[in-house]
């Protein structure tokens, strides 16, 4: 491994404790972004980053963050590793573009037989790049039709797939997600989510909506993500994978934000020993480069020839690059050990957290370095987002009530403790006003 950039102080305090934020720099950013971006965007808080290593950021004015974050679960080899800026670089000085849809790329191949390595089902799989989250749920939709020849899906309350069309009416997490933009994708019906019972899909689905012979796909995140970091009871997939098996239907398992290592294993599911017959991945995948994913029994994609689907940059050879230097990463710096030892002891650190505040902190949950807290209402969820902004401390909101840490998985012992220190004075701050 090469040297951090320049600009990096090991020395300096990580992070140093931001007292006012944002600066006057970071309000500059915002009032010329406010003016020219689109308002959709949810924007979180005034976090305005410069440049980052590792697990810190360091924003426009100069303060430092612990990114607890990693840019919505993406950074997962941390910002900035040196191997990744190292393949990044080279690919970019080789060649920038060449789709892939039409021609033949080495890196997309490499990148393809990379995942495919790692995949959690038996048998052969066969892989396609996508840009982006959305774009690798919509291929796996299409590919689930078109493999199956049925026209119906069923996903779950609570989840998040993406924003273009098939994967916003797949989500079932918000309904602003989906006011103004009806009419949605036909045929696309919702469950509850874990830890309800999985016989609604039958008692009710199967029985009063859709017989179960006409359902392509079960869309599933092994563990929730934006929804609020909900891990399903043990058995719960299993028993998901059982009703898919007695009615020929696939089960996709939505690994955007779970896999690439969050949570101690490649890949959620592998918790479960549940097998999937289509896993989605994106965020995590290229370190930051936008890269997606979908791999399937390669009998599936066998069924669709030339032409049924195709992208111009998906799988663009910088973010391939990317890519496979990630996954080296990930296996030479034992990354998955790491996310398993510093998330362990993360949700350790905010048990005990819970414990003093039992009345703020209602549930600490999660698996390795993909950890969920819930607070009784959102608007104490958006007060601890806040005071740990303040601190230096990067968290995001999630679901109804919870505040989500999804750290990079090169997050050190160091760090994780400045992460609990500093999440711990957020909660005493909140809990006070709420007791004052
Ligand atoms: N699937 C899951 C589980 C996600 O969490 C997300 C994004 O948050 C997506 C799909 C969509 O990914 P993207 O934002 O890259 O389109």
Request: overall charge negative; some cysteine.
């Given at each position: 491994?090469?040297?951090?950039?320049?600009?990096?102080?090991?020395?300096?305090?990580?992070?140093?404790?931001?007292?006012?934020v944002?600066?006057?720099?970071?309000?500059?950013?915002?009032?010329?972004?406010?003016?020219?971006?689109?308002?959709?965007?949810p924007r979180a808080y005034a976090i305005?980053?410069?440049?980052?290593?590792?697990?810190?950021?360091?924003?426009?004015?100069?303060?430092?963050?612990?990114?607890f974050n990693?840019?919505?679960?993406?950074?997962?080899?941390?910002?900035?590793?040196?191997?990744?800026?190292?393949?990044?670089?080279?690919?970019?000085?080789?060649?920038?573009?060449?789709?892939?849809?039409?021609?033949?790329?080495?890196?997309?191949?490499?990148?393809?037989?990379?995942?495919?390595?790692?995949?959690?089902?038996?048998?052969?799989?066969?892989?396609?790049?996508?840009?982006?989250?959305?774009?690798?749920?919509?291929?796996?939709?299409?590919?689930?039709?078109?493999?199956?020849?049925?026209?119906?899906?069923?996903?779950?309350?609570?989840?998040?797939?993406?924003?273009?069309?098939?994967?916003?009416?797949?989500?079932?997490?918000k309904?602003k997600?989906?006011?103004?933009?009806?009419?949605?994708?036909?045929?696309?019906?919702?469950?509850?989510?874990?830890?309800?019972?999985?016989?609604?899909?039958?008692?009710?689905?199967?029985?009063?909506?859709?017989?179960?012979?006409?359902?392509?796909?079960?869309?599933?995140?092994?563990?929730?993500?934006e929804?609020g970091?909900?891990?399903?009871?043990?058995?719960?997939?299993?028993?998901?994978?059982?009703?898919?098996?007695?009615?020929?239907?696939?089960?996709?398992?939505?690994?955007?934000?779970?896999?690439?290592?969050?949570?101690?294993?490649?890949?959620?599911?592998?918790?479960?020993?549940?097998?999937?017959?289509?896993?989605?991945?994106?965020?995590?995948?290229?370190?930051?480069?936008?890269?997606?994913?979908?791999?399937?029994?390669?009998?599936?994609?066998?069924?669709?020839?030339?032409?049924?689907?195709?992208?111009?940059?998906?799988?663009?050879?910088?973010?391939?690059?990317?890519?496979?230097?990630?996954?080296?990463?990930?296996?030479?710096?034992?990354?998955?050990?790491?996310?398993?030892?510093?998330?362990?002891?993360?949700?350790?650190?905010?048990?005990?957290?819970?414990?003093?505040?039992?009345?703020t902190v209602i549930?600490?949950?999660?698996?390795?370095?993909?950890?969920g807290v819930e607070f009784p209402t959102g608007a104490i969820a958006e007060r601890v987002q806040d005071a740990a902004f303040r601190r230096?401390l990067l968290v995001l909101e999630a679901g109804v009530n919870a505040v989500r840490m999804?750290?990079?998985?090169?997050?050190?012992?160091?760090?994780?403790?400045?992460?609990?220190?500093?999440f711990?004075?957020a909660v005493?701050e909140v809990a006070?006003q709420a007791?004052?």
């Amino acid at each position: 491994m090469t040297a951090a950039p320049s600009w990096f102080d090991p020395k300096r305090p990580q992070p140093d404790l931001v007292t006012d934020v944002p600066g006057p720099e970071a309000k500059a950013v915002l009032d010329r972004d406010t003016a020219i971006t689109s308002p959709s965007l949810p924007r979180a808080y005034a976090i305005a980053p410069r440049r980052g290593y590792g697990s810190v950021i360091e924003d426009v004015d100069g303060n430092l963050f612990l990114d607890f974050n990693a840019g919505i679960a993406v950074n997962s080899t941390g910002h900035a590793h040196p191997t990744v800026v190292a393949a990044v670089k080279e690919q970019a000085e080789n060649l920038l573009h060449y789709s892939a849809s039409d021609f033949y790329l080495p890196v997309y191949s490499q990148m393809c037989e990379t995942l495919a390595a790692t995949a959690p089902m038996d048998g052969k799989v066969r892989v396609f790049l996508t840009n982006s989250g959305a774009e690798a749920v919509e291929g796996a939709l299409k590919l689930s039709r078109y493999a199956t020849g049925r026209q119906y899906v069923i996903s779950f309350f609570g989840s998040f797939h993406g924003r273009t069309y098939g994967a916003m009416t797949l989500t079932g997490s918000k309904s602003k997600y989906h006011k103004g933009f009806g009419p949605l994708l036909p045929g696309v019906l919702h469950a509850p989510y874990a830890p309800a019972s999985l016989d609604y899909i039958e008692d009710v689905l199967f029985a009063h909506q859709v017989e179960p012979t006409e359902v392509a796909a079960i869309f599933v995140e092994p563990i929730q993500g934006e929804g609020g970091f909900i891990v399903p009871p043990a058995g719960w997939l299993a028993r998901l994978r059982e009703i898919c098996d007695k009615h020929g239907i696939l089960l996709v398992a939505d690994e955007v934000q779970s896999g690439m290592g969050r949570t101690g294993k490649m890949w959620a599911i592998e918790h479960t020993g549940v097998k999937p017959d289509i896993l989605i991945s994106a965020k995590g995948i290229a370190s930051g480069l936008p890269l997606g994913a979908f791999m399937a029994r390669a009998e599936l994609m066998e069924k669709w020839g030339a032409g049924a689907h195709g992208s111009t940059y998906g799988g663009s050879p910088v973010p391939c690059a990317a890519g496979i230097a990630t996954m080296k990463v990930i296996q030479e710096e034992n990354l998955l050990d790491n996310a398993t030892k510093q998330g362990d002891f993360l949700l350790a650190g905010l048990r005990e957290l819970q414990k003093k505040f039992p009345e703020t902190v209602i549930d600490v949950r999660g698996v390795a370095l993909m950890i969920g807290v819930e607070f009784p209402t959102g608007a104490i969820a958006e007060r601890v987002q806040d005071a740990a902004f303040r601190r230096g401390l990067l968290v995001l909101e999630a679901g109804v009530n919870a505040v989500r840490m999804s750290p990079p998985l090169v997050l050190t012992r160091e760090q994780a403790e400045t992460g609990l220190r500093l999440f711990g004075e957020a909660v005493a701050e909140v809990a006070g006003q709420a007791s004052a």
